[in-house]
């Protein structure tokens, strides 16, 4: 039995929208005058589309030939400090969320009036909507290197929904997975909700991945899915997410890649050289690439997807339900249960344009000065204790931890906060294993200490850097905690 999905709710009395707008729009035109609330619908549905086709012209500053700073929201906003004075705030807390570029806000400014439901409504903005909604998917595909005969782009919210419904989908009681000492929470507890054993590789003293692991660990073609961050939130590393895929593939196993750290920072492809390099699923978090309205992104190879029933499951998935039986709609309505987040799918949407359109190479270039800035700058510091591979960084994104001896991880955030307007990231940062490696505690002393009443969790602080970011904040940021080491 044919089921109807999303794209063919498209289809409005057998137009498509772009032709049922141009056929309403004519007609109405015809009666001018003869009905008021339709020619109050027509005129916002000509201004919508207009205003939707206008799209924002993205500033190129032709120095660093990166976005200008005036293509985000809220960077020079002031922030009250301490004594009482205000200055503009610094953010180096991007790896959590990034600030908003102001072509994401537009979008969401100009597709509200025609707002609608998404998928299943019949009326004029529902279909425009879906269209719009839809129109996402191809553009996000080209940015993650997708082609679309292979891979569906299905909607999610942040890494961690994504992360959750393909583990969900994937595992049998009995699926055996092989994940990192790396990674994300987000890719390590979804696994050990799900799966029957989850196997690690290790990291090596500096916190990079023991890739001759991975080899070894698929070695009795027992593990079933193989899941890898891109690049890590703590040390910035980005990992040969390929050539684990082969060696997946080789084992027979599927690969899933957490994209949540790479997608502002480098290119990404889930195509690789060959095509037992390629990625099988892929997510990312559009918070963490400058649109911040709850979106993101599931990408899977298409014979997977729709092999795969996700545990999460709601309306918009079924083509029929009996009382005691389902039949499933193809991905990727398959992997959308439920109202999806359209304004979080338009706006990752104009997240991918406005990074594809100044390219990898600038803002690899850009956090590579600033990251070696940083190092060679806190370095001099003493006291300061530097996290992961400070020498060699070019397999590093724009992040970097650290501690200053004898001052909390807390107080040294809250400083920077206080004092000079900085924002980082103090804690784990939810990679618990891995900063335990780094800071060198094992799970007995942890374990251990755990439960007495004055435990306070080993810390870190966190810089991590956007693409606004400049040499100045980074100049700031070595200033101050210059003068939090010195008490
Ligand atoms: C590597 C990595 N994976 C997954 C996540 C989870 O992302 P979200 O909180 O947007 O779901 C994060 C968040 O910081 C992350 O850094």
Partial sequence: MAGITRRDALKVGGLSVAGMAAAFLGACGSQAGSNAATEAATSQAANATSASAAAHELTIDQNSKLLARSEFIGLDEEVQLADGTKKPAINFDNGATTPSLVSALEAIQTHLPMYGSIGRGKGQKSGWSTEQFNNVRPVVLDFFGAPADTYTCAFSGTATDGLNKISGALCEPDSVVLTTRSEHHANDLTWRAHAGEVRYVEVDELGR?????????????????????????????????HEIARLAHEAGAIMVVDGAQIASHRAFSLKGETEDQDIDFFVCSAHKMYA???????????SLMNEHVPAYRGGGMVDVVTDYDVTWLESPDLWEAGSPNYLGAITLGKSCEALKQVGFGAIEAHEQTLLRRALDGLSQ????????????????????????????????????????????????????PLCHRLMGYTDEQILAERDKPDFSAPAMVRVSMGMYNTEQDVDTLIEAVGKIAQG
């Avoid at 991945?209 to 899941?227: G, K, P, T």
């Avoid at 911040?292 to 298409?302: D, E």
């Avoid at 003493?382 to 590093?396: F, H, K, M, P, Q």
């Avoid at 000079?420 to 103090?426: F, L």
């Fill in 209 to 241: 991945l023991r890739m001759e692991e991975f080899e070894q660990q698929l070695a009795d073609r027992q593990v079933n899915i193989v899941s890898v961050q891109a690049a890590s939130n703590v040390t910035g590393y980005v990992h040969d997410v």
């Fill in 292 to 302: 911040p309205f709850g979106g993101g992104c599931i990408i899977g190879k298409t």
């Fill in 381 to 432: 510091i003493s006291g300061v204790t530097l996290y992961a591979d400070s020498n060699s960084i070019e397999d590093r994104v724009g992040v970097l931890t650290f501690n200053v001896d004898a001052v909390p991880a807390a107080d040294v955030a809250e400083r920077l906060a206080n004092e000079w307007a900085i924002a980082v990231r103090q804690g784990e940062f939810c990679a618990h």
